[in-house]
């Protein structure tokens, strides 16, 4: 399988506000709230245009023609803090059936070298709620270890308390 990361753009917000509010989606992100275009168009002027965001669209590569054939999902690094040299690493889950593990291994490893090579990273961190430990294999896979357990963390779409693991990467 092969994929390109795009720089997301503003017509992407259709895409993006539907994976967002995906229920599946949605219960993994820190905040759960649903998006809208218009929440979306401002985060992304907030956000992408200044370069707080780097966030891409992960499109799959049909193979037997070489050339991008339909986005499947959206990652990013978030919190660049270009002077301790850090970053969040967030990757959104979707519904469609080509971001799967290998798609999801590799937008990941592309991430990571955007992050180390082209940013100058130090460190990436990711969080996974506690209760999805099961999907830190992923993370694992590229190379990141359980850092913290954030205790109460962040409030879930029921109203309760959920703990957080901070997941990290540092530069070798």
Same mark, same amino acid.
């Given at each position: 399988?092969?994929?390109? %990361? ?9 895409? =993006?506000?539907?994976? !967002? /509010?995906?229920? %599946? ?11 809208? =275009?218009?929440? /979306?168009? #401002? ?18 590569? #049909? #193979? ?21 040299? !850090?970053? #969040? ?10 971001? /799967?593990?290998?798609?999801?291994? =590799? ?41 913290? =357990? ?15 693991? !901070?997941?990290?990467?540092? !530069?070798?």
């Amino acid at each position: 399988m092969k994929i390109y %990361l795009r720089p997301v753009t503003l017509d992407d917000g259709p895409n =993006i506000v539907k994976w !967002r /509010n995906t229920p %599946l989606v949605a219960a993994h992100c820190l905040n759960q709230k649903p998006i809208t =275009i218009e929440s /979306n168009e #401002e985060f992304y002027h907030a956000n992408v245009e200044t370069g707080h965001y780097l966030q891409f669209i992960v499109e799959r590569i #049909e #193979e037997e023609f070489c050339v991008c054939s339909y986005p499947i999902a959206t990652v990013y690094l978030k919190d660049i803090d270009r002077t301790n040299k !850090r970053c #969040e690493l967030c990757v959104f889950t979707s519904d469609d059936q080509e971001w /799967n593990t290998e798609s999801m291994t =590799i937008a990941v490893n592309m991430l990571l070298d955007k992050a180390f090579n082209e940013l100058g990273m130090h460190k990436v961190y990711s969080y996974i709620f506690y209760k999805f430990l099961d999907e830190a294999d992923l993370l694992k896979k590229a190379g990141f270890k359980s850092e913290a =357990i954030l205790k109460d963390e962040v409030i879930d779409s029921e109203g309760d308390y959920q703990d957080i693991v !901070r997941f990290s990467l540092m !530069r070798l």
